[in-house]
């Protein structure tokens, strides 16, 4: 239980161009998801919290008009990176909260998605 | 704010052997929760096993156990009998009980060897 998915798992896109990501808890509703973003070789940082049906709470430094998050259901949040320049090319990773009685503490995390702009 | 510190960057094992990676982190809060995390290769983030502070038992999950000391803010992991599949990133994150965020240690690189 606790699956966390992402769609897609690469993309590759041009300068300039707006890139979508999904992230979706498979078996589970998620009140809360939230989205990282990962350089080679170094830890996670996060870059916002996504609650459903309310606006995204993004960290500092992080440009909320760049990055548009948008957690439309319980199930799924998606991020779209505006304007995509190579500064921007990285793995994104999404983790979703369980609601369920167990684990309600616990974030479970998606497979991650590469960006890379051309 | 609260900082998770991983001090050794990488760490090596023999296959079958124990190993304990290290975690130290810095707190105001009494009740929090603790996490070690790892990364394998394929970049997925795995949850290896959690603690909540207010429980004095240390948690185990099979081969993997910790050594929670709350007084010196320390949260190792123990992994025995060391599996090849054990190689990954594995990072160490802290959570408050009154806040969503994590935050994670640098990671330290576990490497088995044949």
């Known amino acids: 239980g606790a699956v966390v998915s992402q769609h897609p798992s690469r993309v590759i896109c041009k300068s300039g161009t707006s890139v979508k990501i999904e992230c979706r808890s498979l078996d589970f509703q998620a009140t809360t998801m939230f989205w990282y973003r990962q350089f080679p070789k170094q830890s996670l940082m996060l870059m916002a919290t996504?609650?459903?049906?309310?606006?995204?709470?993004?960290e500092q430094g992080v440009e909320k008009d760049k990055f548009l998050i948008n957690h439309a259901s319980l199930t799924l949040s998606t991020l779209t990176v505006t304007s995509a320049h190579p500064e921007d090319s990285s793995f994104y990773i999404c983790?979703?909260?369980?609601?369920?009685?167990?684990?309600?503490?616990?974030?479970?995390f998606g497979p991650g998605t590469r960006l890379t702009v051309l | 704010a609260q900082t998770v510190t991983q001090s050794q960057p990488e760490m090596s094992v023999q296959e079958a052997e124990t190993v304990t990676l290290s975690c130290t982190y810095d707190t105001s809060e009494s009740d929090y929760y603790l996490f070690w995390y790892k990364q394998p290769p394929s970049r997925q983030m795995i949850l290896v096993i959690r603690?909540?502070?207010?429980?004095?038992q240390n948690a185990t999950e099979n081969r993997f156990s910790v050594n929670f000391q709350k007084a010196a803010k320390s949260f190792s992991l123990k992994i025995s009998d060391s599996q090849l599949g054990d190689a990954a990133m594995y990072f160490c994150a802290y959570r408050s009980a009154g806040n969503e965020k994590l935050t994670f240690g640098t990671g330290t690189r576990l490497t088995i060897i044949p």
């Open positions: 996504s609650n459903e049906g309310s606006k995204a709470t993004y």
């Open positions: 603690q909540e502070a207010y429980k004095q």
């Open positions: 983790s979703a909260r369980d609601l369920r009685g167990v684990r309600t503490d616990t974030q479970y």
